[in-house]
């Protein structure tokens, strides 16, 4: 509930500034290509995705951490991760709304 009274009362970056919040698991102010794995996996574990094996789990990490790190040094930053997501790219977008919904249907 803490998340939808979030989601609703935010702009689209102020929102994607708390999702990031939820994706920098250690807090250090980026994210890594191992956090986003991890996000990933805990995530196909969430939604109970039988049929998604690890190698699918690992392009779709990789393929977001690699549209989201536009410097490409190893790290996504807060306003990588919002441009990515602003300007829809395809799995940053898809990772991002995957996260909202799991939120919004618990």
Do not use: W
């Amino acid at each position: 509930m803490i998340v939808l009274y979030v989601m609703s009362n935010g702009s689209p970056e102020e929102n994607l500034k708390q999702i990031f919040r939820v994706f920098d698991i250690n807090n250090d102010g980026s994210i890594s290509l191992k956090e986003l794995q991890r996000i990933v996996k805990d995530l196909f574990h969430l939604i109970n995705e039988q049929n998604a094996d690890e190698a699918s789990q690992e392009v779709l990490a990789q393929s977001a951490f690699n549209e989201m790190d536009e410097n490409h040094d190893g790290q996504v930053s807060e306003e990588e991760f919002i441009e990515a997501c602003m300007t829809q790219k395809k799995f940053s977008t898809m990772l991002t709304l995957k996260i909202i919904d799991v939120f919004v249907s618990e």
